[in-house]
C-alpha cells in the first residue's frame, strides 16, 4: 500500500482520492490570514491512495516551474502578499486514531508497564481532535497541547510543543512518504530533534507524515478532562489563542531569556502598525486584528530584531516558517 510510487502520467478523474486546485490562496490557508496565490494545490484526500501522488508533483511543478511546499493547517506561516512559484501539498482526512494493541508483524507490543499505550494518529488529524479522542478513552499525556490548532504531521514537522512537552517526548514512531521512496515507517531513536525543529535524515524536499505513533497512558477520562481544562485554562489566560496569529514568531534565545519577555522590554507588547500588533496578552504572538497586511507584519518582525539586537546583543530567529 506503501510501495514505490507509480510516475506515469497523471490525469484528473472525477473520483480520484488527488484533487488539484488552481490558485489557491495562503491567507486561506493560515491562520494568520495573510499570504498571496500560489501556483496550485495539491489535495490528497485520503492517505492510503498515494499511488497517483508522485505523477501530480512531477506534472505540476513541471508545467508551472513550482516549488513544491507541504502545508498542515498553516498555524505556523507568515506570507507574502504576491503571486508565489508554490505547488502545496496538503492532507485531508485519514481516518481517526486507534490504540495499539499489536504491531505489524503481529506480535503484542511490549509495555513497561500495564498503564503504557501506544497510539496511532493520522498526520492530517487536527490536534485539538486528537485531544478530544484521548479525553473520551481516558488517554492522557497530551494535556499541555491543548489550545495548539495545527495538525499531528506539522506537529512532528516542526517538533511542536507546549509547556514543556515535544513531540519527540511521546513520538515512537512516524511514517514518512516521499514521492521517490514510498511510505516508510521510521523509530523515533532513528530521527533528530532540536526545538522547533525535525529532522527524518531522508533528504527529500518533499516529506508528508502520514501517520505517527505516540505514547500515552490510561488514566479516567474525568482526570484527563480535567487536567485538559487546566492547560487549556493557562493557555487562554496568558495566550491570545482566539485572535488571529501564527503562535510564537521568534524562538526563545535561551531558557533563561524568552523572546516574549525580551520583546516586552523593548516596548513591543501591544505595539501596533496598521492591523498588525504585538498581542498585550503575550509579547511574542504577532496578530492580525482584521485588515493587516503582510508588509506591516514583515516591519514590526524587522523592528523587534533591530530592537533587541541593540539592547540586549541578541539576534532573534523566526519560529513562523517564512514564505518572501
Aim: a neutral charge; aromatic letters at 6%.
Amino acid at each position: 500500500m506503501y510501495g514505490k510510487p507509480d510516475k506515469r502520467s497523471w490525469r484528473p478523474r472525477e473520483d480520484d482520492p488527488v484533487k488539484v486546485v488552481r490558485g489557491p490562496l495562503l491567507a486561506d490557508r493560515t491562520t494568520l490570514k495573510l499570504g498571496g496565490k500560489a501556483i496550485a494545490e495539491i489535495v490528497v484526500r485520503e492517505t492510503p491512495d498515494l499511488d497517483d501522488l508522485a505523477g501530480v508533483l512531477v506534472e505540476q511543478t513541471a508545467k508551472h516551474g513550482g516549488r513544491p511546499l507541504v502545508l498542515g493547517e498553516g498555524s505556523n506561516i507568515l506570507a507574502a502578499e504576491r503571486d508565489m512559484d508554490l505547488v502545496l501539498v496538503r492532507l485531508e482526512g485519514g481516518g481517526d486514531p486507534e490504540i495499539m494493541e499489536r504491531g505489524d508483524d503481529g506480535n503484542r507490543i511490549s509495555r513497561t508497564d500495564r498503564e503504557a499505550v501506544r497510539i496511532r494518529v493520522p498526520g492530517a488529524l487536527r490536534l485539538p481532535k486528537l485531544l478530544g479522542w484521548c479525553t473520551a478513552r481516558g488517554l492522557s499525556g497530551l494535556e499541555p497541547w491543548a489550545g495548539i490548532p495545527g495538525s499531528v504531521g506539522g506537529a512532528v514537522a516542526m517538533n511542536a510543543g507546549s509547556y514543556g512537552l515535544e513531540v519527540a517526548q511521546v513520538l515512537e514512531r512516524v511514517l514518512i512518504w516521499t514521492p521517490d521512496r514510498g511510505g516508510r515507517w521510521l523509530d523515533a531513536a532513528a530521527l533528530q530533534f532540536g526545538y522547533r525543529r525535525f529532522d527524518s535524515g531522508l533528504g527529500d524536499v518533499v516529506q508528508l507524515v502520514l501517520a505517527a505513533e505516540l505514547r500515552v497512558e490510561r488514566c479516567e477520562p474525568d482526570e484527563v478532562r480535567s487536567r485538559m481544562r487546566d492547560w487549556y485554562g493557562r493557555k487562554k489566560q496568558s495566550q491570545p489563542i482566539s485572535m488571529a496569529s501564527a503562535g510564537c514568531v521568534f524562538k526563545n534565545p535561551a531558557p533563561e531569556n524568552p523572546a516574549g519577555r525580551l520583546l516586552e522590554q523593548v516596548g513591543l507588547r501591544g505595539f501596533r502598525r496598521g492591523d498588525m500588533g504585538f498581542s498585550e496578552r503575550h509579547a511574542n504572538f504577532l496578530i492580525n486584528f482584521g485588515g493587516g497586511s503582510a508588509d506591516d507584519a514583515f516591519a514590526l518582525l524587522d523592528l523587534a530584531r533591530e530592537r533587541v539586537a541593540f539592547r540586549f546583543g541578541l539576534e532573534l530567529e523566526t519560529e513562523v516558517k517564512v514564505l518572501e
